[in-house]
């Protein structure tokens, strides 16, 4: 009984592990500080410049 309740579980787990690898990630790629400023200052710099057009 033992040796089997542990193979079924290594069975589950590699199952588990595959299934994970295959689903799509579900957290956003990372933005650094620098990066996200910048793209702060631009769609200030578009505002401004649609407001004066």
């Known amino acids: 009984m033992n040796r089997q309740k ?30 996200r400023l910048k793209l702060a200052a631009e769609a200030n710099q578009d505002l401004i410049v649609s407001s004066d057009g």
Do not use: E, F, V
Request: glycine share 0%.
């Open 6 to 35: 542990k193979i079924k579980q290594l069975l589950k787990a590699h199952a588990k592990k595959a299934s994970a690898k295959l689903a799509p990630p579900n957290k956003s790629n990372y933005i650094s500080k620098a990066d």
